[in-house]
């Protein structure tokens, strides 16, 4: 199945000049869906990892049950006030404008083996700062998992030191 054929692409938005992947019109396709979770499992084996860290909102959607077929506990990261207790918090740059991420800070122990998974890597600001958060808790990043790669948009460089695995590339 061709996945990428399942992503819409808008033009023009959030503001004029993004070109937004669409993924709603991939998920709400049963045979789409299970095929990218198919493909993101592929992609995974050989990693030796404990954890699959989702980044909100729709890294969530993936790595939650992404996590439950590969028996794996799966923790949130979270953006601003959505977690109660103790939480570790960074801020970071996006394509158009900034934001942060929160993390509970008994979430991982010190060693505990991560995946960081997303729906897109585009900057890499969001990714790097997942990575920020894990770390600051004590958890050691395996690698990121996305999705969609905007190429041209050079996040893989920005998270040089890790593994980083795509399924769909786009240049923009």
Known sequence: ??????????EDYPEKGISFK??????KNKDGFRETIDLLEQKLQGYDFDYIAGVES????????????????????????????????VSYDLEYGTNELEIHRDALKKGDKVVIIDDLIATGGSAKAAAK???????????????IELTSLKGREV????DVISIVEYDH
Do not use: H, Q, W
């Not at 199945?1 to 808008?10: E, N, P």
């Open 1 to 10: 199945m061709d996945i990428k054929s399942l992503i819409r692409v808008i």
């Open 22 to 27: 669409d993924i709603t019109t991939l998920l």
């Open 58 to 89: 729709r890294g969530l959607i993936f790595g939650a049950p992404l996590a439950d077929r590969l028996n794996k506990g799966f923790i949130p990261i979270r953006k601003p006030g959505k977690l109660p207790g103790e939480i570790e918090k």
């Open 133 to 147: 958060l894990v770390e600051a808790i004590g958890g050691d990043v395996v690698c990121f998992e996305f999705l």
């Open 159 to 162: 998270l040089k030191d890790y």
